[in-house]
């Protein structure tokens, strides 16, 4: 068996991914194979070669994390996934887990945190790390993959997207929105794909569980 672990990539936005790769590239037991920006690409590089761990982004076009993760339990069980979020909300990790994820971490997480996630999921090859074992991930970079800056949420959503949130949380439709915001439905469902990229939330419920939490509404 090679002691190599490879990894696969799966996000949407280029910079997180370069940047991963970036701090993944000097630890020397550590092979990304590939990096893609959504599930259908995903799928479609698992013909070629198979990693030992993917990163599964939650969010991205065509096919997002959690339906590519139903198609990784039935057809690659063997992989070991680790989902990846922008917001921690501890019902959205408990779900991902309990649908077959085997870890669930922040982009914002340290380096030193994913490799102890990494070596983990792959504790036959733990201590093969040229040099120094364990040593390599204290040495390892000290920056986070990613980490723009922390905004209060009301900064991070828009006026427009708030006034939506309110809308969805007194049950309205997104046809019902459209109507009261003089909106095109379409426009409206671009908002509502936007408030999810930002609190990584999907059900209404959630969503109104969060908007009382931050005094949204």
């Known amino acids: 068996m090679s002691q190599t672990i490879k990894i696969g990539i799966a996000e949407d936005h280029l910079l997180f991914r370069q940047g991963f790769m970036a701090l993944l590239k000097p630890i020397n037991n550590l092979q990304v194979i590939f990096d893609v920006s959504n599930g259908v690409e995903l799928l479609l590089a698992l013909e070629n070669e198979q990693p030992d761990i993917i990163f599964l982004d939650i969010e991205m076009p065509e096919m997002g994390g959690e339906e590519a993760l139903l198609h990784l339990k039935i057809q690659y069980p063997h992989i070991k996934i680790v989902m990846l979020s922008m917001y921690f909300q501890p019902a959205y990790k408990t779900e991902y887990l ?104 999907k059900k209404n419920i959630a969503l109104c569980a969060f908007a009382r939490k931050h005094k949204l509404l």
């Open 98 to 201: 309990s649908n077959g994820a085997h870890a669930f971490l922040e982009k914002t997480a340290h380096i030193n945190k994913i490799l102890e996630t990494i070596y983990t999921l792959c504790p036959d090859k733990q201590n093969i790390i040229s040099g120094s074992g364990h040593g390599a991930i204290d040495g390892a970079s000290t920056s986070p993959v990613f980490s723009p800056p922390i905004l209060p949420i009301k900064k991070q959503l828009s006026p427009r997207e708030i006034e939506i949130i309110k809308l969805i949380c007194a049950g309205h439709s997104s046809k019902e929105i459209a109507v009261k915001m003089e909106l095109s439905k379409r426009t409206v469902d671009s908002h509502r794909f936007s408030i999810l990229k930002k609190t990584g939330i």
